[in-house]
């Protein structure tokens, strides 16, 4: 959960943005830090060659470098993904994220409120490069919206989907993941480039499961032909353990839906709330001193469990067994899969999601 995901508004570089329930309101001070923050980062970036011919690169950096590049060219040979400047070059940053998401539902429901941008549409957070502005934002929208979860989320990674100029704005490498194990970074860099493949304005659902399937099918693959036995086994473990949480959270969402579609009156209902995030809360326990042996890998996510991340954990989630079968159908054949996912982009949002619906297994 703690890549969970996300666009942010340095797009405002490529076309203003702004906030707002529906409609698009440009808001200067927000423009601003989008904008600057993004330069910053661009700033920061060296490109990898040049990292790699310095004498003065460790040698754990320079290790990570150049198994990116391997699975940079892997992406584009083998899994038809985008052959252009981004992950080529690598940025520095003096904090633990890349930026931080606000996002937040309803009290009694798990449908996240959007903000609007213009060229990416609709969607169910609102980015910052700086923490403290990000902490400052959802405790302003706590307090003027008192009836919503609100939570910030730390991202490692975000892309500007392909949409600016020249190598310099390329989305690149961040210290924020470069050090995640073999398979994670690889998984984390099909998924970024899959932005870059399609796009569905406004439909945040879509493009994550798209991408977080692009990221699995990809992932399989590179474990397969190209890492050894220690990565191979490390990641199996992980993803045992991710499997189990995507499970664990599944349910508590069921629950919680079941519970907010409920006749109850809204008491009963934050009562019967209370108690569903408090199950939730038990069963992390129990997995965590059994069969996980003390893995604290969730923690946080599990403290801060709320409708709102709860909400964004299904964006991701959501679509990607229909993609999987949509991969399937398509022969693995990995051009035209992105192919046909483009042409679901584009066909309007009703057709897109019955199509998707039709491929769920």
């Not at 307090?143 to 939570?151: C, G, M, R, T």
């Not at 038990?282 to 991340?309: C, M, V, Y």
Request: charged share 25%.
């Amino acid at each position: 959960m703690s890549r969970a995901v996300v666009r942010l508004a340095a797009l405002a570089l490529a076309a203003g943005l702004g906030g707002g329930a529906q409609a698009v309101e440009l808001d200067p001070s927000y423009l601003a830090q989008s904008i600057g923050g993004h330069w910053q980062l661009m700033r920061a970036a060296r490109p990898v060659d040049e990292l790699l011919a310095d004498p003065a690169t460790p040698a754990e950096l320079r290790q990570r470098l150049e198994l990116s590049q391997r699975m940079r060219d892997f992406a584009v040979e083998e899994l038809a993904l985008p052959d252009n400047a981004s992950y080529r070059r690598y940025a520095a940053l003096d904090r633990p994220a890349a930026v931080w998401n606000v996002v937040a539902a309803p009290e009694l429901s798990l449908k996240l409120r959007t903000w609007c941008f213009p060229v990416v549409g609709c969607v169910g957070y609102r980015g910052y490069y700086e923490r403290a502005v990000a902490q400052a934002y959802a405790d302003t929208l706590s307090h003027e919206q008192p009836a919503l979860d609100v939570a910030l989320m730390p991202v490692p990674a975000y892309s500007t989907l392909g949409k600016l100029p020249g190598a310099f704005f390329a989305d690149p490498l961040l210290s924020t993941f470069i050090r995640y194990p073999e398979g994670e970074l690889a998984r984390l860099i099909f998924h970024e480039l899959a932005h870059q493949v399609a796009y569905a304005a406004g439909d945040t659902e879509f493009n994550e499961s798209y991408a977080t399937a692009v990221e699995r099918l990809g992932g399989q693959q590179w474990l397969a032909q190209h890492a050894g036995p220690v990565a191979r086994t490390e990641f199996a473990e992980w993803d045992a353990r991710r499997q189990d949480y995507k499970a664990l959270t599944l349910r508590a969402r069921q629950r919680l839906e079941a519970v907010y579609a409920s006749e109850r009156d809204d008491a009963a209902k934050r009562a019967a709330k209370a108690q569903v995030l408090q199950q939730l809360r038990d069963e992390h326990a129990a997995l965590k001193a059994g069969p996980w042996q003390g893995d604290g890998r969730f923690d946080a996510a599990i403290a801060r469990a709320s409708n709102a991340t709860l909400g964004l954990q299904a964006a991701y989630d959501g679509h990607v067994p229909a993609f999987i079968a949509l991969f399937e159908r398509e022969d693995r054949d990995w051009p035209r899969f992105h192919a046909e996912v483009r042409r679901l982009a584009g066909l309007p949002v009703a057709e897109r999601r019955a199509t998707l619906k039709s491929l769920m297994p």
